[in-house]
């Protein structure tokens, strides 16, 4: 079955600085790469996804890269606020009825 | 737009109960999934439905059960509840075709004491 694996578990960074949440997959087949924020007391929400004919998306602050060569995505934070700490989950897709998520990167943005 | 609606959002229940949970998906999403979200285990897929059948089943014992109205609604239902099976429960439902990203409710917490 499909194997996801998310690296670091936990992550610390200073206000203002850069994150990066690394996914690693090993179905060939997924096509569609998202990343999911959890806040305390919340469910996942999406906030940003990729298509696998697309290399690089960016929204704002926040950017996912796709190497579908070397099986893995990752998720880029830029000029990190407190309010991105947050648990980051990646959930590679084929289009098919079940999605396997990573175990969750904890980003903790100290001010 | 209405988001994923979970019933209840808190429930306590006895060793060798049964619980019953319920999902409202976001209007016009056919597909719903579940998902059990422990500290230790992150979210394991537990089953997904679509156009009221299960599409895929995770690897949980057969006292995890599901079904899917011809509303979308769908509900889960855990039977003689153990102590390990407290957790977050959450539903998510998502668009018709490949590549769609779920929308999540806020899940039901559920203790078993």
């Known amino acids: 079955g499909e194997n996801v694996e998310q690296h670091p578990s936990t992550l610390s960074v200073q206000e203002g600085d850069s994150a990066v949440i690394k996914c690693t997959y090993s179905?060939?087949?997924?096509?569609?790469f998202p990343w999911y924020k959890q806040e305390l007391g919340k469910g996942p929400q999406l906030i940003i996804d990729?298509?696998?004919?697309?290399g690089e998306k960016k929204d704002q602050r926040i950017a996912v890269t796709l190497n579908k060569t070397a099986k893995h995505f990752s998720l880029h934070i830029t000029e990190t606020q407190p309010e991105d700490s947050a648990v980051y989950f990646c959930?590679?897709?084929?289009?098919?009825?079940?999605?396997?998520f990573g175990a969750g990167t904890r980003l903790f943005v100290k001010a | 737009k209405a988001g994923v609606t979970q019933t209840p959002r808190y429930l306590i229940k006895t060793r060798g109960q049964q619980v019953t949970l319920s999902c409202s998906p976001i209007?016009?999403?056919?597909?719903v999934s579940w998902y059990q979200q422990t500290p230790g285990q992150g979210l394991q897929f537990l089953f997904e439905?679509?156009?009221?059948?299960?599409?895929n089943k995770g690897n949980f014992p057969g006292r995890f059960s599901g079904r899917q109205f011809s509303n979308s609604r769908s509900e889960m239902n855990v039977s003689t509840l153990e102590l390990g099976d407290s957790a977050l429960y959450l539903c998510?439902?998502?668009?018709?075709?490949?590549?769609?990203?779920?929308?999540f409710g806020s899940g039901t917490r559920l203790t078993v004491v």
């Open positions: 179905d060939s087949a997924s096509n569609y």
């Open positions: 209007s016009g999403h056919r597909s």
């Open positions: 439905y679509f156009s009221e059948t299960q599409r």
């Open positions: 998510a439902s998502r668009g018709q075709g490949a590549a769609f990203g779920y929308t």
């Open positions: 990729i298509r696998s004919n697309v």
């Open positions: 959930a590679p897709n084929t289009g098919g009825f079940k999605t396997i």
